[in-house]
């Protein structure tokens, strides 16, 4: 009996030990998660103060500075972030990369060889493994190397792609038919599968400017573009079409609403209610990877010269995912 008792006190006391010692390791290994985890979250998105239901300008003075701004992107492991601001006349499309937690300082990516002095690269697109940009871009063999802005705006542009080798981007192309043709395409976005979404103002399809999707074949290549019937009155600006293709966010210039696709068919656009100013233009809808947040650019014209070339102002903004996904659908 006595050596039974003994035996049970032995093995409460290491018991004791092993629940002592387990508390001492969470005590110290839970608060760490948990720090991490914020620091993970706050690097995701260049440091900044997630947004709540009101925007907010993303990355002030990193991002957003005085020049024409617009398009955040990142890619879906959130190593690297993208955007396109004017810089003598250009769109250039700018990338910072996440290195050992750290976000790399601000950089142009050249699309274009050095001989094209003013060039259009704008509204890039990444692919699922990082590797491939599509872009909104100008032939630079449609115009002279002493254009001016407002003619190289005028040119109907085209959607190009570039691809990451050995860690650097590299020179672009064009995409060629029936992506790009000789009419307007624009704002082009990539789905899961590698197939593009975009803008044309191409004459087969319903009136206007359209939504199109090419279905991505490989090596390079797409199938024909089939225009996509959003029962809309009024023609959609640029269209931001998530992955899965479950949901589409278009703008009309003055604001933007929300489409999710049910039974493969896509349902009555829906406002995204947002605190909208009337002198400005509203444009470049875009879903976070992780679907946390919304971003969106605006413009201001502060000159009566036409289309971009009178852009004065142009701005990038981030807010809750909520004003998205809480709406109420029919």
Not at 41 to 70: C, G, H, M, W
Not at 147 to 156: D, G, N, T, V, W
Not at 184 to 193: G, H, L, N, T
Not at 282 to 299: A, Q, T
Request: proline share 7%.
């Amino acid at each position: 009996m006595h050596e039974r008792r003994q035996l049970l006190r032995t093995t409460y006391s290491r018991i004791i030990k092993v629940i002592r010692t387990l508390h001492y390791f969470l005590l110290i290994l839970v608060p760490a998660i948990i720090v991490q985890g914020c620091k993970t979250n706050s690097s995701r998105y260049f440091d900044q103060k997630p947004p709540n239901s009101i925007p907010e300008l993303f990355a002030p003075s990193l991002v957003n500075t005085q020049s024409v701004e617009l398009n955040v992107v990142f890619n879906t492991s959130y190593t690297e972030m993208f955007f396109s601001r004017i810089e003598d006349n250009s769109f250039v499309i700018h990338h910072s990369e996440l290195v050992d937690g750290i976000w790399t300082p601000i950089q142009p990516i050249q699309m274009y060889p050095d001989s094209i002095s003013i060039s259009v690269a704008c509204d890039p697109t990444i692919t699922q493994d990082g590797n491939t940009m599509y872009f909104l871009g100008v032939d630079p063999k449609n115009y002279s190397h002493d254009i001016s802005p407002a003619e190289l705006y005028r040119i109907p542009p085209d959607i190009f792609v570039s691809r990451k080798t050995d860690g650097r981007w590299q020179y672009a192309s064009k995409v060629g038919s029936p992506v790009s043709t000789r009419y307007f395409e624009s704002y082009p976005i990539v789905v899961a599968d590698g197939s593009l979404y975009y803008q044309s103002d191409r004459p087969n399809g319903a009136g206007g400017r359209d939504t199109y999707r090419s279905q991505y074949l490989g090596n390079g290549k797409f199938d024909t573009s089939v225009s996509i019937n959003l029962d809309s009155k009024r023609n959609p600006g640029s269209t931001y079409i998530s992955p899965d293709e479950r949901y589409l966010i278009s703008s009309d210039g003055k604001g933007f609403k929300v489409s999710f696709k049910k039974e493969g068919k896509w349902q009555t656009p829906v406002d995204i209610d947002l605190p909208y100013e009337d002198d400005w233009v509203y444009f470049c809808p875009y879903m976070s990877p992780d679907e946390k947040f919304f971003f969106f650019s605006r413009r201001y014209f502060g000159s009566r010269e036409r289309g971009w070339a009178g852009v004065t102002q142009g701005e990038v903004y981030w807010v809750s995912a909520d004003v998205v996904f809480n709406l109420k659908q029919d």
